[in-house]
């Protein structure tokens, strides 16, 4: 089973910055609609932006704020999160767009808290 493994959370004051990155095993995954996941504290999983090949987009919360890319050579995708605010605060996930069972991986802390 291919697998996700996503990175690059920690703590950050509210405006600050992180990005996040998600790593494939395998390139299978660079010729699919690839989306980031938010697991918010007592909520449902939820997608705050998705890539496909030809363009990207974003939920109202995330647009003007977070950038989501992909480089190929690297089976990555990335998640530039800007201006941070506590409602960002979760688990962040990567999967498929639209997200696919089995595909989940462990997820990284985002934490905004001043």
């Known amino acids: 089973q291919a697998t996700l493994v996503e990175s690059g959370g920690g703590l950050v004051q509210p405006g600050g910055s992180l990005r996040l990155s998600c790593t494939a095993a395998?390139?299978?995954?660079?010729?699919?609609?690839m989306g980031w996941y938010q697991q918010a504290p007592g909520k449902q999983r939820e997608a705050v932006a998705f890539?496909?090949?030809?363009?990207?987009n974003y939920t109202d919360a995330a647009k003007g704020r977070f950038t989501i890319s992909r480089d190929g050579a690297k089976n990555t995708v990335y998640l530039q999160m800007n201006n941070l605010k506590p409602e960002d605060t979760g688990v962040y996930y990567c999967?498929?767009?639209?997200?696919?069972?089995?595909?989940w991986g462990q997820g990284t802390q985002v934490t905004v808290s001043s």
């Open positions: 890539i496909t090949m030809n363009d990207a």
């Open positions: 999967n498929m767009w639209p997200s696919r069972g089995g595909f």
């Open positions: 395998t390139s299978m995954f660079n010729w699919v609609p």
